[in-house]
């Protein structure tokens, strides 16, 4: 059974900072892998997927890299922002399912 | 506004009361997943459609849930004699693809509480 794990658990910076958040997950036959942020009562937006064959992806201020040998992905958020304060979920899919992390609860001060 | 959509936003039941939610895809997207977020825990995978293919209800937590989608589109997951425990976020996500290495997109689900 795939299990994914996230740590932290939580974690508050200064405006600025740049900050990992790390994702690792037990069965490396995944198919992909996605970063999702989730705002308070609201649902999840995909930051950034990376299929099982890459390396990493980069969408302005994040960049997320996969090293599926060894179960683990780090999500790299720089010159962080108070809006980005947020939960960051990891998510792997193998088989039809996405199986998630606990996430990383992110509050950025300013 | 071409994202996930679900309804009702909110939703409160008395305990045995019956609940249907919904959930509209993205226009396109052949894929169309349910998932649940209750307190303190984290998502967990319930049901999963795939085109024409028969669902993968292997996340559903008893017999109690249902879901069905109509005409490849338009989904309703359906609960039972509601039990408090049932008290959770139910999210829906489409992803446009028959693979498993399409992106899902969520809406923006549906709390339900079971008094």
Same mark, same amino acid.
């Not at chain 2, 996340?59 to 109509?70: C, K, N, Q, V, Y």
């Given at each position: 059974k795939q299990e994914v794990t996230q740590i932290p658990a939580a974690l508050s910076v200064p405006e600025g900072e740049n900050l990992v958040l790390n994702c690792s997950f037990t069965d490396s036959a995944i198919y992909n892998l996605q970063w999702f942020r989730q705002d308070p009562g609201k649902g999840l937006t995909s930051l950034l997927l990376i299929q099982s064959s890459q390396r990493e992806q980069t969408s302005g201020r994040l960049n997320a890299s996969l090293d599926k040998s060894s179960g683990r992905s780090t999500?790299?958020?720089?010159?962080?922002?108070?809006?980005?304060?947020?939960?960051?979920?990891?998510?792997?899919?193998?088989?039809?399912?996405?199986?998630?992390?606990?996430?990383?609860?992110?509050?950025?001060n300013p | 506004g071409a994202g996930v959509s679900q309804s009702p936003s909110n939703k409160v039941t008395e305990k045995g009361k019956d609940v249907e939610l919904r959930c509209d895809p993205i226009s396109g997207h052949t894929a169309l997943y349910w998932y649940r977020q209750s307190l303190g825990q984290g998502l967990e995978f319930l049901i999963y459609f795939q085109g024409? $293919?028969?669902?993968?209800?292997?996340? %559903?937590?008893?017999?109690?849930? $249902?879901?069905?989608?109509?005409?490849? $589109?338009? $989904?309703? %997951?359906?609960i039972q004699r509601t039990q408090q425990e049932d008290s959770a976020v139910y999210l829906c996500a489409s992803s446009p693809g028959a693979g498993v290495h399409n992106e899902q997109f969520f809406g923006p689900g549906t709390r339900l509480t079971v008094l």
């Open positions: 999500l790299y958020i720089a010159a962080s922002q108070p809006g980005d304060s947020a939960t960051y979920l990891c998510a792997v899919t193998s088989g039809s399912r996405l199986t998630f992390g606990e996430g990383t609860q992110l509050t950025v | 024409n $293919s028969a669902p993968d209800k292997s996340g %559903l937590p008893s017999d109690r849930f $249902s879901a069905e989608r109509t005409g490849g $589109s338009v $989904s309703t %997951l359906t």
